[in-house]
């Protein structure tokens, strides 16, 4: 399995999912919401020996290789249909919005009339 | 300090640093050769929290951020003059051509002129 570093950040109207792809495409990586609670990613990293002439010697391999798949719960105020990734310079971008939040309840004074008579 | 995972493979006709720089365009590395022997690779990696609204939580810190710097030797033969670098897809890979090895000695046999007389 390959590591996948990924951030989460919260903001006023959404939630954004920051993830490591270096080397990576679009093409490359799965993004899927699970259960209408769970946001996973996953994929494969490859180690790219396309372009070669003759023998290939690794002499350092530091680089995670490998498939991938990270998983996380997403928050109830998650706007599942607005979802929407994009990836560039090897970094996926994640943008959940959050639903608006229900009208806020506020207790009411008010008059109520009073008919009848004798009193 | 940023952790920068490099893989180093060697070639018949080069040798290959390829190192994983997500979210890093071109003009945010400095590659570099010291004292004609070292290569030195260096840069940031910045959290990007220049697109918000309002207020920025991050729920999850994972990816790796800070000033990095990596240097290597070079091997005897690496052919300074002609290094190149490239980054794509958050990669960056560099290039460093192998000097032409020097011409193999060879014993010869010939024959030289004897001149004279008398023997």
Redesign the interface.
Known sequence: MATT???????????IF?A??????HSDIKVQVENDNVLKISGERR?DDAV?????????????AGKFMRKFNLPANANLDAISAACQ???LTIIVPKTPPPDIYRPRTFDVNVTGSGC
């Open positions: 570093a990924v951030d989460v950040k919260e903001l006023a109207s959404s939630y920051i490591d792809m270096p080397g990576l495409k180690r070669q002439d003759g023998e290939v010697k690794y002499v350092r391999v530091e680089r995670s310079d090897g970094l």
